[in-house]
């Protein structure tokens, strides 16, 4: 897989390399020991190259069925697998699927279904720590609804964390959703949760690592009707 630089990501990286450079320069021009110059720039060049890990955008293909499959949204750790009840928009039972990413994992949000996007709405909200159960509710955060081809609807809500204060939502209603395209992006330590039917196969467990847009989650029940 290609690795390149998220978009959104850009400006930061550019601000921080200018930064590192006015804190470090003047260091090798005017400070002696040089080894003062020497330790703030290893300091300095370790955090930025940190800050460049978290803004990578993988160049990523799912190439496996795609029929009835949900794939990881995001890169991180399962950290809830549960029948709950969702009431923004299902208004129904429904399995959460949630996603931990933590300051080093990837955080670029792929669509988990193919399908069409019916709703996105954002809602204003705290920052607490997004391992935790309230935060699903409470913190600020972006729901998504897509309909799938067979009619069903599987929710995806983005939640800022503790660190997390910009979550860029791409989907908008009407739209295609396909789980090769990038639905957003989540700005420092955030989670992710997925409602999926009842009834969903589940294909990962509580503490299992995901890859966005490659792992396969769950799988889809034929819907009856």
Not at 22 to 42: D, E, F, G, K, Y
Not at 165 to 184: C, K, L, N
Request: positive net charge; proline residues 4%; aromatic residues 10%.
């Amino acid at each position: 897989m290609r690795v390149k630089i998220h978009h959104e990501g850009t400006n930061i990286l550019i601000i921080a390399l200018l930064l590192v450079l006015a804190m470090n320069v003047p260091l090798w021009l005017w400070v002696r020991p040089m080894a003062w110059a020497i330790a703030s720039t290893a300091v300095w060049s370790v955090l930025y190259l940190l800050l460049v890990n978290f803004f990578r955008s993988p160049r990523r293909q799912f190439k496996g069925d795609e029929k009835d499959v949900v794939v990881a949204s995001a890169d991180g750790k399962v950290v809830a697998l549960e029948e709950t009840f969702e009431d923004e928009y299902l208004h129904c039972p429904a399995i959460q699927l949630s996603v931990f990413m933590s300051i080093f994992n990837v955080h670029a949000n792929w669509f988990p279904v193919n399908g069409e996007v019916v709703y996105a709405k954002h809602h204003s909200g705290r920052f607490m720590a997004a391992y935790l159960p309230k935060s699903s509710t409470e913190n600020e955060r972006s729901t998504v609804v897509i309909r799938t081809p067979e009619g069903q609807l599987i929710l995806m809500r983005q939640i800022a964390g503790a660190m997390a204060r910009r979550i860029v939502t791409y989907a908008r209603p009407g739209d295609e959703a396909s789980i090769q395209d990038h639905m957003g992006f989540i700005k420092f330590g955030s989670r992710v949760d997925l409602f999926l039917p009842v009834g969903t196969e589940t294909l990962v467990n509580i503490g299992d690592k995901t890859i966005g847009g490659i792992t396969e989650v769950a799988r889809l029940k034929p819907d009856k009707k």
